[in-house]
C-alpha cells in the first residue's frame, strides 16, 4: 500500500505547483478538486484492509465536503463577484514555482530531526502535508484577489488535513467531523463575505481594503 | 446539566433567527444570558458534579473561571443591547467619520449570533479535549464575523475580512498544532487532557515543542498576540460597541484558555519552562508593542484595542511566569474583563452623544454627560492599574510574583511599559472628559437625547461596582480558587 500512498502525497505536491503557476481562478478551484481526491484516497491507503466502516465513511465525507461542495461555493462566488483571474499578484507565477520548490525541500529537511513516531511508512506523507500547508499560506500573502485568498485558506486546511490523516486510524471520529463542519462554514461566511465586498467596492482586491491603519 | 449552558443558547439563538416578533426576539436574548448566569453560578456552587475525569466537557477550575467571566460579561452586553437595537436598529445612521448613510444588518441576525457566540465560548471553556476546543474556537469565529459588519458600510466588511482570514490561518495553525500533539503522543494518545497529563512523561518531547509553538502561534493569533495582532485592533474600532466589549473581554479570554491548555501539557511533561519562557517573551513584545501604537493614538476605540493587546500581554506574562504571578494573571483576567467591557460601553455611548470616534471631537464629557464622564475616568484609572481599582490588585500581584522569582529585568520592563501606557491614555482621557471644547466647532444638536439611558448606565454602573469591590477586598476562597486555576494541573 504504501506505493499507492506514496502516489497520491505526490499527486498533492504536484497540484500544490500547480496552484502556485496559475493565475485562473477557475483553474485553481479545479485543483482544489484534485486535491480533495488525492487526500480522500490516501486517508485510505494508510489503513490496513479491510478498511474500518467509519474510516470509509470519513473519506466519503471529506470527498463530499472539499471535492464537491466547497468547490461549487467557490465557483458561484467567482461568478457572482465577476472575476475571472488574478490580475496582478504581489509575487509572480514563476517566482511563486521557484519559492515552492525550495518551501518543498525545507518541509524535508525540517522532518529529519521530527523522526515520525506515528506508524507511518510513507517518507513522503509529513513533508508534503507541510509543503501544502506552506503552499496554502503563500497563496494567502502572495495573492491579492480575495477569492484565491479563500482557495489559499482551503488547501493550507488541506494540509493540516493531510496530517491529521495519518492519525485518522486513532483519531476520535467527532473530531473530525467538527474540523470538517468547521472548515465548510469557514468558507461559507468568507464566500458572503466576498460577495458584500463585491457588491460595495466593486472589486475584490484585498490590497485596495487598506482604510483601516494607524 | 453542564451541557445545557452550551444547548440553550443554541437553540434560543436558532430560534432568534426565525422569530418574527422583535420584542419576542429581544426576550430571547434576555433569556439565554439570563439563563447562562444562573446555571454558571449554579456550577460554580456545585462543580464536582460536572467534573468526570477522562470525559469530554467538564468544568475544571480554569474553565470555570473564563466561563464565569464570559457570563457576566454577556448579560451586561444583553441588556445593553436590548436598549441599543430599540434605538438603532431600524433607523438609517450616519457614519461617523465619512457622514454617509448606512442601515444595519437585520436584527434577528444579529442577535441569533450573538447567542451562537455564546454557545461557542462557552464551549470553549468546557472543553477537556484539545479537538473539541478548536471546533469551538473556530467556531467562535465564524458567527462573531456577522457581528462586526452589524453596521453595514464598507470599513466594516475591511475589518471583518482581515479578522475571518488571519483568525481562520491562525486557527488552521493551532489545529496542525493538536496533530502535533498527536504525534507527541505516538498517535495513540486521544487528546484529552486528562490522558495528555497523566501520560505525559511518555510523549515525544521534539513534537511536543514543536505542538506547543503551533498552538501559542495559533492560539495566540485569535488572542491577539504581537506580532499576530493586526486583525485586531481594526475589528474592535469597526464593530458595535457592545461587541466590542465581547471581543475584547472574552473572546481573546478564550483563545488565551487554548494556550493554558498546551502549557499545562508542556508542563506535566517536564518542559513548563520552554512553554513558560515563550509565554514571557511573547507577552512582554506585546504589551510593548501595545504601548507604542497607544501613544499619540487619535481614535479612542484603537486606544481600547490596543489596551486589550497589552492586557492580554500581560496575561501570558503572568502565566509564564508561573507561581504566585500565576495567580495574578488569574485575577488580571477577570478584572480586563469587565473593566474593558465597561469603557467599550461607555466608549459606545460618547460615539454615540459626539458622533465621532476621534480623541480630539469629544470635549468636556464631565459636563455634556456627567455619568458617562465619571465612568470613562473611572475605567481610565482602573485599567491603567490606578488604585482602588481592581487591576491595580493584580497587576502588583504579578510583580510580586515577579520579584518572588528574581525576574529583576522582567520587573524593570513591566512597570516601564505600565507607566508609558498610563501616560498615553491620561495624555488622550482627561483632554477628552475635561477639556474645554474649541469655540469655533459648535457641538450639532442631535435630535435624540443625549441622557444616559438607564439600558447603558445600569450595566455599566453595576460594572463600575464590581471593579471597585474587586480592588477593595478578595476572600481567601476566591485567592485558593485562583491559585488553583494558575496551578496548571489540568484537573479539577
Known sequence: MIVWTDIFILMLVLADFRLLATSRLAAVIQTTVLQAIALSAFMLTIADRPWPLLLIFLSLVTLTVKGVILPWLLNRAMREAGVQREIEPIVGYSASVLIGMILLGLSFLIFIPLKSSVSVESSFLLPGALFTTLTGLLMIVSRKNALTQVAGYLVMENGVYAFGAALAVEEPLLVEMGVLLDVFVAVFVMGITVYQISREFDHIDTDRLSELKD | ?492
Open chain 2, 1 to 492: 446539566m453542564l451541557v445545557s449552558i452550551v444547548l440553550i443558547p443554541l437553540m434560543l439563538g436558532l430560534l432568534a433567527l426565525v422569530m418574527p416578533w422583535k420584542g419576542a426576539r429581544r426576550a430571547l436574548l434576555i433569556a439565554g444570558a439570563a439563563y447562562h448566569s444562573a446555571m454558571t453560578v449554579f456550577l460554580g456552587l456545585f462543580r464536582k458534579d460536572a467534573y468526570t475525569s477522562g470525559a469530554w466537557i467538564g468544568l475544571d477550575s480554569q474553565g470555570l473561571l473564563f466561563l464565569a467571566i464570559t457570563s457576566a460579561l454577556f448579560l451586561a452586553v444583553a441588556i445593553y443591547t436590548t436598549g441599543y437595537l430599540g434605538r438603532d436598529s431600524e433607523r438609517k445612521v450616519r457614519d461617523s467619520v465619512e457622514g454617509f448613510l448606512f442601515s444595519n444588518e437585520p436584527e434577528a441576525i444579529f442577535i441569533a449570533c450573538l447567542l451562537l457566540f455564546l454557545t461557542s465560548m462557552s464551549m470553549v471553556c468546557i472543553s477537556r479535549d484539545m479537538g473539541l476546543l478548536w471546533v469551538a474556537v473556530e467556531a467562535t469565529t465564524l458567527v462573531s464575523a456577522p457581528l462586526i459588519t452589524f453596521h453595514r458600510h464598507h470599513r466594516s466588511l475591511e475589518a471583518t475580512w482581515k479578522y475571518l482570514l488571519i483568525c481562520s490561518v491562525g486557527i488552521a495553525i493551532a489545529l496542525l498544532g493538536n496533530y502535533f500533539l498527536a504525534f507527541a503522543g505516538h498517535g495513540k494518545t486521544h487528546l484529552n487532557l486528562d490522558n495528555l497529563v497523566a501520560g505525559a512523561g511518555l510523549l515525544d518531547q521534539t513534537w511536543l515543542k514543536a505542538a506547543f509553538l503551533m498552538l501559542l502561534v495559533g492560539y495566540g493569533t485569535k488572542m491577539g498576540m504581537v506580532p499576530m495582532h493586526t486583525w485586531l485592533p481594526d475589528a474592535h474600532s469597526e464593530a458595535p460597541s457592545m461587541v466590542s466589549a465581547l471581543l475584547s473581554g472574552a473572546l481573546l479570554n478564550c483563545a488565551f484558555l487554548g494556550i493554558l491548555r498546551g502549557h499545562t501539557v508542556l508542563a506535566a511533561a517536564g518542559l513548563g519552562e520552554f512553554s513558560g519562557e515563550l509565554l514571557v517573551f511573547f507577552g512582554m513584545l506585546s504589551m510593548a508593542v501595545a504601548a507604542a501604537f497607544m501613544i499619540r493614538q487619535n481614535d479612542y476605540k484603537r486606544m481600547l484595542a490596543y489596551s486589550s493587546i497589552e492586557h492580554m500581554g500581560i496575561l501570558a506574562l503572568g502565566v509564564g511566569l508561573g507561581g504566585l504571578a500565576g495567580t495574578g494573571a488569574m485575577l488580571h483576567a477577570v478584572n480586563h474583563s469587565i473593566t474593558k467591557g465597561l469603557l467599550f460601553l461607555v466608549s459606545g455611548h460618547l460615539l454615540f452623544t459626539y458622533g465621532s470616534k476621534k480623541t480630539y471631537d469629544v470635549r468636556h464629557v464631565i459636563r455634556t454627560a456627567p455619568l458617562t464622564g465619571i465612568l470613562w475616568v473611572a475605567g481610565f484609572l482602573a485599567i491603567t492599574g490606578a488604585p482602588p481599582f481592581g487591576a491595580f490588585l493584580s497587576e502588583v500581584t504579578i510583580l510580586k510574583g515577579m520579584l518572588e522569582a528574581d525576574r529583576w529585568g522582567i520587573a524593570i520592563g513591566y512597570l516601564a511599559v505600565l507607566a508609558v501606557i498610563f501616560i498615553a491614555m491620561a495624555r488622550i482621557v482627561i483632554p477628552m472628559a475635561f477639556g474645554l471644547p474649541q469655540q469655533d466647532q459648535p457641538v450639532e444638536e442631535s435630535p435624540l437625547s443625549k441622557k444616559e439611558p438607564l439600558w447603558f448606565a445600569g450595566p455599566a454602573m453595576v460594572m463600575a461596582f464590581i471593579i471597585l469591590a474587586l480592588g477593595l477586598y478578595i476572600p481567601g476562597s476566591v485567592w485558593n480558587f485562583l491559585g488553583q486555576a494558575a496551578a496548571m494541573k489540568g484537573g479539577f
